[in-house]
């Protein structure tokens, strides 16, 4: 069953049921042909909903069924009826860069031409949380290797998903560290960003160096 309100003016609605619809023809320019069975199709007024039905007859054109609206109540019914429907109406899709999400990394660096205005989005925030997410990335190897020497046979079960959480935890720490932190400029963001996964990364590969004996220790091994 297919049911669709339909805003006429400020002043009616129309309310269409149909017992099931096909597609009959589809174009090039975005419109589609559908046809609609078992179509049942009433206008109404938009007036402060004071329509009320006492039961008119369905089969009758035009009944008027509710008190007061006058000629403002149309009816209709048929076995099929075929329409046009334009999907850009159905489905309103805004163009490609709208928002700054949609950018590619070029267009945010200013490298292309964007596809939006530049001085109505905060592009250089999304460029700096790209950054650093892929320095995040570039910890991540790291943050595995550590986690392995972390792993026995007790701790197997969850040393693996701890390391996951606390790179998740991570990439919401330097999203949060980028919104807050967005005016203070972008080279002065790109630093502290710099500087903390510097900071970061060597604190992990320090503690590899101590446990890397770790990494070759047999499995049955590990207690």
Do not use: Y
């Amino acid at each position: 069953p297919i049911f669709v309100k339909q805003i006429l003016d400020d002043n009616s609605n129309r309310i269409v049921n149909a017992r099931n619809i096909e597609i009959e023809e589809r174009s090039s320019q975005n419109m589609l042909i559908i046809g609609m069975f078992g179509v049942a199709m009433n206008d109404f007024p938009n007036d402060g909903e004071r329509w009320l039905a006492i039961g008119a007859k369905p089969d009758t054109p035009g009944e008027v069924s509710c008190k007061g609206c006058g000629l403002q109540l149309q009816h209709l019914k048929s076995s099929s009826m075929v329409r046009t429907l334009d999907v850009t109406k159905l489905l309103p899709l805004d163009p490609r860069g709208a928002t700054v999400d949609e950018w590619t990394t070029p267009e945010l660096l200013g490298w292309m031409r964007p596809p939006g205005d530049r001085s109505a989005n905060p592009a250089g925030a999304e460029a700096m949380r790209r950054l650093a997410r892929a320095l995040l990335c570039l910890l991540a190897p790291f943050v595995s290797w550590l986690t392995l020497t972390f792993t026995t046979r007790r701790s197997q079960a969850f040393a693996l998903p701890t390391a996951c959480a606390a790179v998740m935890i991570a990439d919401i720490g330097f999203s949060q560290l980028v919104t807050r932190l967005s005016g203070v400029g972008t080279t002065a963001l790109w630093s502290i960003l710099l500087g903390t996964v510097c900071a970061v990364l060597a604190l992990l590969v320090a503690q590899i160096v101590i446990r890397q004996h770790l990494l070759i220790f047999p499995a049955l091994g590990r207690s």
